[in-house]
């Protein structure tokens, strides 16, 4: 009675610490605003969301004439937008609009991140770009990059663009977490981010991207990724493609994946 006592306070024990610090331990936001595509010389509007809880999100609209594609980018863990300004202008200047914002937390957007509340500010993205959007003249296409794919796929679950590009994902949380401590800690977690499970039932065109490289997510969790798309889809492997690239360790490769991914949308 006693071992069994000692072990039900020895759980209830790692329960609580995990849901203590399970913010601090899954999210990594910057506060504020420095660049902007402004200081790419790229014009742009910002944007404040409200979400259906209340809060304040902050997004960066950069349209273009005559675009290739309207882009919904859903940025990594780390960060803010500022961070990810080079990457967002990459994708402006290969001829796409593109709509992007802060996760509640992070940036200029208002209120703490959690998995629920990512889910709400991923919803009000999902309205304001297709408000914004030319609607049937261009592919939307969304595009979610490491935390942001999953992002990426729960929006195509909520409202299906005509194009998915998830760059650098995983499956699932516990996933990546396979084989550290903190694998047999996520059971207690209430954070599961499960993009496998946010495609089921997503039948849209999807372009997977995963740096061979990758030092945060391995290769093979892309192809595990991958392996969960149920519709028409490529996988392109990025030669020398770490996690944290700004710039495509191949940028031939890269951005060709993307016209031609693009272009496979406009004939549909």
Known sequence: MTALLVA??????????VRLFERSLAFFPLQGEDETPASFGVPFEPIDLTTSDGERVHAWWMPRASAQATVLYFHGNGGHLSLWAPVLVGIWRQGHAVFAMDYRGYGR????????????????AVAAVRERADRG?????????????????????????????????????RA????????????FSSYRFPASRWLEGVTVPTLVLHGERDSVIPFRLGQELFESVR?????????????????????ERYWTALHGFVRTLESR
Not at 8 to 17: E, M
Not at 112 to 124: I, K, N
Not at 148 to 154: D, K, L, N, Q
Not at 178 to 187: Q, T
């Open 8 to 17: 039900t306070v020895t759980v209830a024990a790692i329960f609580v610490a």
């Open 109 to 124: 957007s208002s209120g703490r991140p959690s998995e629920a509340g990512l889910y709400r500010d991923v919803s009000a």
């Open 137 to 173: 003249a261009v592919p939307i296409v969304y595009w979610g990059r490491s935390l942001g794919a999953v992002m990426a796929a729960r929006a195509a679950r909520e409202h299906a663009p005509d194009g998915l590009i998830l760059e650098a994902g995983f499956p699932s949380m």
């Open 176 to 187: 990546v977490l396979e084989g550290s401590p903190f694998w047999l800690l996520s059971w």
């Open 231 to 251: 519709g028409p889809k490529q996988f392109v492997a990025i030669q020398g493609g770490d996690h944290n690239d700004l710039d495509p360790a191949d940028p």
